[in-house]
């Protein structure tokens, strides 16, 4: 029996840095570099997103795939050796770019809406969780237990949830005057809402601090949270 191909999901963080006009940067982005990506086949979503937690990087895209690999073939792949003069010269002065691949990591928990949830409209507020388990014996094990058995469905209690996913890192690699060759954590789960405000409720509050919680936070070499509020988001014609 062939193993089923996971659906995967593209993460790019991006800074444009002093070099950069914020104005230029995001012209280029929302006109040139997504619109580009939006006949791949593969792709099935871009959204693009701004901090909202007051962090650096200050904005991020996201495009869902049919699978990891997409990215690493033709036509995307074909991308790097047509760009425009334009996308050349933000991207050697840029701050940061920082792109991630990830697999998506079983089981999925179903959104709010169930089957009437449209990928193209993502509820407009995300939290990203990064995440590193200590080697330890089972420690792992235990932390996919307690996300897939208690947070995530303690999440989905929540007011103004609307979807929750995990996933298993594949590839990354930065670009940019900011750039490091440290490697991102190995998991990540990507939370939308429906706004700021389902972060401060008391339910929110429990689900990050039970028992189960505090045993797993103990075992995690690294720990990143961001925020971020929905830029705009397009569709293939």
């Known amino acids: 029996m ?3 191909v996971m659906p995967g999901l593209l993460l790019v963080y991006s800074e444009p840095g002093s070099a950069v006009p914020e104005e230029d940067f995001n012209d280029w982005y929302d006109n040139e570099h997504v619109p580009l990506r939006i006949p791949i086949p593969g792709f099935q ?6 901090a909202a937690d007051g962090q650096r990087p200050t904005y991020a ?25 334009r996308e050349k010269s933000i991207l050697a002065r840029i701050a940061l770019l920082d792109r991630r691949t990830y697999e998506l990591r079983a089981p999925v928990y179903p959104p709010k809406a169930g089957d009437a949830y449209d990928q193209l409209k993502p509820g407009p507020y995300l939290s990203i969780v990064e995440v ?12 996919n237990k307690w996300y897939d058995e208690e947070h995530i469905p303690m999440f989905a209690k929540i007011p103004g949830w609307v979807r929750s996913r995990r996933f298993v890192l594949v590839d990354a690699g930065a670009i940019g005057t900011d750039a490091t060759d ?25 689900a990050i601090e039970t028992e189960w919680a505090k045993r797993c936070f103990q075992k995690f070499i690294t720990f990143k949270s961001r925020n971020f509020s929905l830029l705009r988001t397009w569709e293939r014609k």
């Open 45 to 50: 979503s871009w959204s693009r997103w701004t």
């Open 2 to 4: 062939v193993a089923s």
């Open 61 to 85: 895209a996201i495009y869902d795939l049919s699978f990891p690999a997409v990215i690493s073939q033709p036509p995307y792949a074909d991308l790097a050796n047509t760009r425009s003069e």
């Open 132 to 143: 590193d388990v200590k080697p330890d014996q089972g420690a792992e094990e235990d932390f």
């Open 182 to 206: 440290e490697k991102p954590p190995k998991y990540i789960a990507i939370h939308e809402w429906e706004g700021p405000e389902a972060l401060r409720t008391q339910d929110f509050k429990a």
